[in-house]
């Protein structure tokens, strides 16, 4: 791996060996292409750098990012690094309350947004905010993108260990989580999943994940930066516009989800491709025999920052399984006390790794978090279940953290607890998750009304009305269930998994809009009502 200490250092290396060569190109499903020269992308990148600091952001200072994909977020991202402003990337499905909290979460000193997106970010120069400015990217006035183009200024000599960008994560906590990569992080990602992907300077990588998650950016978009590949950026995933873009551009690789491979499933594949490899969330042949392209599985988390666990195109793995832990990691099974996986073994993962290089480095100012995610020795607990084959190979069998995962977005039931519990009328809250052909997992709520004998139907309006206020829209239950309590197990703990089985069961549920009122109670009294909003977004 090259020698070089943070991700700055690496996108001027390439910039220098290969000024003119293409490094990106820029797929809109509306409007013009672009493209940027490697050269021509860290020339914008200083003049961004330069613009904000022209709005007074120094090292140190957190900026919020709340975009979907395009050129303009990485340009933000970089010249946050060539600064050393820590960059917090922020979902663009954010409602208005979350990206008050964060806003006050990390005190950041300004934002770059977009128009169109579900929240509104808090005023800037507010009393209760530190906003100090905003900067709107598709705008043409005096807040638009084109304002931070400014004089280039020069980087400033930074620990590599230092804060370099945060990305916030929903667990199990009521809020979601800002973790902490340093600028040593970042690169680890990059270098890291190169090595591990097998990319070249040949390939072309088609990127219509989100790079607001770890995925995009940290397993898709540095790894190709670090091989000195070429990037086709898309706006989002779309089934019908992936396959045009990677003919058009002749795409090599590309980075999967399992909610992405599965919707490209449903499919027809193009007679020819260029495809030479995919990575998705775990190894299935059919897919490989579906797509005709080799495809490697992989696993991690945003605290992990990279893969650590990875097929290799050397090493065939079992069916359905992800692949082997890669180095730099350690992995064993939580209460074994060894410091490796055994054939056999079967239990929740725990990860060893190097703090501030190939884990992340923090929760930002929350030292309990910090203390909860790692074993007394030193072990990040995951939450996840695994297997491991004879033949050493590591599958995914389930969650054990309380986690839905929503179209590839994670989901903390106790976040929507927190929104639905602040409802009037609602005594009691729980939410799960239960199996979606479309979107893998959607939340279902069972809520216990104060009032045996309220309207249920007006209750529900209230509890999905809160929801969509509060929470982004993946995160807002696609179905509210009314008990007379909640089931318990053990000393006062809800039994999930019973009402995950209930969730499971639709036959008797009726569907409620909760736009119009219309609708009937299933059951015969309060103690089982099944409202379930219609025409919901994905």
Same mark, same amino acid.
């Given at each position: 791996m090259?020698?070089?200490?943070?991700?700055?250092?690496?996108?001027?290396?390439?910039?220098?060996?290969?000024?003119?060569?293409?490094?990106?190109?820029?797929?809109?499903?509306?409007?013009?292409?672009?493209?940027?020269?490697?050269?021509?992308?860290?020339?914008?990148?200083?003049?961004?750098?330069?613009?904000?600091a022209?709005?007074g952001?120094?090292?140190?200072?957190?900026?919020?990012?709340?975009?979907?994909?395009?050129?303009?977020?990485?340009?933000?991202?970089?010249?946050?690094?060539?600064?050393g402003?820590?960059?917090?990337?922020?979902?663009?499905?954010?409602?208005?309350?979350?990206?008050?909290?964060?806003?006050?979460?990390?005190?950041?000193?300004?934002?770059?947004?977009?128009?169109?997106?579900?929240?509104?970010?808090?005023?800037?120069?507010?009393d209760?905010?530190?906003?100090?400015?905003?900067?709107?990217?598709?705008?043409?006035?005096?807040t638009?993108?084109?304002?931070?183009?400014?004089?280039?200024?020069?980087?400033?000599?930074?620990?590599?260990?230092?804060?370099?960008?945060?990305?916030?994560?929903?667990?199990?906590?009521?809020?979601?989580?800002?973790?902490?990569?340093?600028?040593?992080?970042?690169?680890?990602?990059?270098?890291?999943?190169?090595?591990?992907?097998?990319?070249?300077?040949?390939?072309?990588?088609?990127?219509?994940?989100?790079?607001?998650h770890?995925?995009?950016?940290?397993?898709?978009?540095?790894?190709?930066?670090?091989?000195?590949?070429?990037?086709?950026?898309?706006?989002?995933?779309?089934?019908?516009?992936?396959?045009?873009?990677?003919?058009?551009?002749?795409?090599?690789?590309?980075?999967?989800?399992?909610?992405?491979?599965?919707?490209?499933?449903?499919?027809?594949?193009?007679?020819?491709?260029?495809?030479?490899?995919?990575?998705?969330?775990?190894?299935?042949?059919?897919?490989?025999?579906?797509?005709?392209?080799?495809?490697?599985?992989?696993?991690?988390?945003?605290?992990?920052?990279?893969?650590?666990?990875?097929?290799?195109?050397?090493?065939?793995?079992?069916?359905?399984?992800?692949?082997?832990?890669?180095?730099?990691? #350690?992995?064993?099974?939580?209460?074994? %006390? $060894?410091?490796?996986?055994? *054939?056999? &073994? /079967?239990?929740? =993962?725990?990860?060893?790794?190097?703090?501030?290089?190939?884990?992340?480095?923090?929760?930002f100012?929350?030292e309990?978090?910090?203390?909860?995610?790692?074993?007394?020795?030193?072990?990040?607990?995951?939450?996840?279940?695994?297997?491991?084959?004879?033949?050493?190979?590591?599958?995914?069998?389930?969650? #054990?953290?309380?986690?839905?995962?929503? %179209? $590839?977005?994670?989901?903390? *039931?106790? &976040? /929507?607890?927190? =929104?639905?519990?602040?409802?009037?009328?609602?005594?009691?809250?729980?939410?799960?998750?239960?199996?979606?052909d479309?979107?893998?997992?959607?939340?279902?709520?069972?809520?216990?009304?104060?009032?045996?004998?309220?309207?249920?139907?007006?209750?529900?309006?209230?509890?999905?009305?809160?929801?969509?206020?509060?929470?982004?829209?993946?995160?807002?239950?696609?179905?509210?269930?009314f008990?007379?309590?909640?089931?318990? =197990?053990?000393?006062?703990?809800?039994?999930?998994?019973?009402?995950?089985?209930?969730a499971?069961?639709?036959?008797?549920?009726?569907?409620?809009?909760?736009?119009?009122?219309?609708?009937?109670?299933a059951g015969?009294?309060?103690?089982d009502?099944?409202?379930r909003?219609?025409?919901?977004?994905?």
């Amino acid at each position: 791996m090259d020698a070089m200490d943070d991700i700055v250092d690496l996108l001027e290396t390439r910039a220098r060996e290969h000024p003119g060569r293409l490094l990106l190109a820029w797929e809109p499903f509306e409007g013009a292409t672009r493209e940027w020269s490697r050269g021509a992308f860290l020339d914008d990148v200083r003049r961004v750098a330069g613009g904000l600091a022209r709005r007074g952001v120094r090292p140190g200072d957190r900026v919020l990012l709340h975009a979907n994909n395009c050129p303009e977020f990485l340009l933000t991202w970089f010249a946050c690094a060539w600064l050393g402003a820590v960059c917090a990337v922020l979902n663009p499905k954010s409602a208005t309350d979350e990206l008050a909290f964060f806003a006050d979460h990390t005190g950041a000193v300004g934002i770059v947004t977009q128009r169109g997106l579900p929240g509104t970010p808090p005023p800037v120069g507010s009393d209760a905010h530190c906003l100090r400015w905003q900067i709107v990217i598709d705008s043409d006035d005096a807040t638009g993108f084109a304002s931070l183009h400014d004089t280039p200024v020069e980087r400033a000599p930074l620990d590599r260990l230092a804060p370099g960008s945060m990305m916030f994560t929903s667990g199990t906590s009521s809020r979601p989580k800002a973790v902490v990569w340093s600028r040593a992080n970042a690169l680890w990602a990059a270098q890291s999943c190169a090595a591990g992907i097998g990319l070249l300077p040949s390939d072309i990588v088609l990127v219509p994940l989100p790079l607001y998650h770890v995925v995009g950016l940290a397993w898709s978009w540095l790894p190709a930066l670090q091989a000195g590949a070429a990037i086709v950026l898309q706006p989002r995933f779309s089934a019908s516009r992936f396959w045009p873009a990677a003919l058009a551009r002749r795409c090599t690789f590309a980075p999967h989800v399992q909610f992405t491979s599965a919707a490209l499933f449903r499919q027809s594949v193009p007679p020819a491709h260029h495809f030479r490899l995919w990575c998705n969330s775990a190894w299935l042949p059919d897919y490989e025999r579906h797509f005709r392209v080799p495809i490697l599985g992989w696993w991690g988390m945003t605290e992990l920052v990279a893969p650590a666990i990875m097929g290799r195109p050397d090493r065939a793995v079992a069916p359905g399984a992800i692949g082997v832990v890669v180095p730099g990691y #350690a992995a064993r099974m939580a209460g074994s %006390g $060894g410091t490796s996986l055994a *054939p056999g &073994e /079967v239990g929740e =993962v725990e990860i060893r790794g190097e703090r501030g290089r190939t884990l992340f480095a923090g929760y930002f100012n929350d030292e309990d978090a910090d203390a909860a995610a790692f074993t007394t020795d030193g072990w990040l607990r995951t939450g996840d279940r695994m297997q491991v084959h004879a033949d050493g190979s590591i599958q995914f069998l389930e969650r #054990a953290r309380d986690v839905i995962k929503c %179209g $590839g977005e994670g989901v903390s *039931p106790a &976040e /929507v607890e927190r =929104v639905v519990r602040a409802v009037p009328g609602v005594a009691d809250v729980a939410v799960v998750g239960r199996a979606d052909d479309a979107m893998g997992e959607v939340a279902v709520a069972f809520v216990v009304p104060s009032d045996a004998d309220a309207c249920t139907e007006a209750l529900s309006r209230e509890i999905d009305a809160a929801c969509r206020a509060q929470l982004a829209s993946f995160k807002v239950p696609r179905e509210i269930r009314f008990l007379g309590s909640l089931p318990l =197990v053990g000393i006062n703990k809800v039994a999930k998994g019973e009402l995950r089985r209930l969730a499971a069961d639709t036959g008797t549920a009726t569907g409620v809009d909760t736009d119009t009122g219309t609708g009937t109670k299933a059951g015969t009294d309060n103690r089982d009502r099944h409202l379930r909003p219609e025409g919901r977004p994905a």
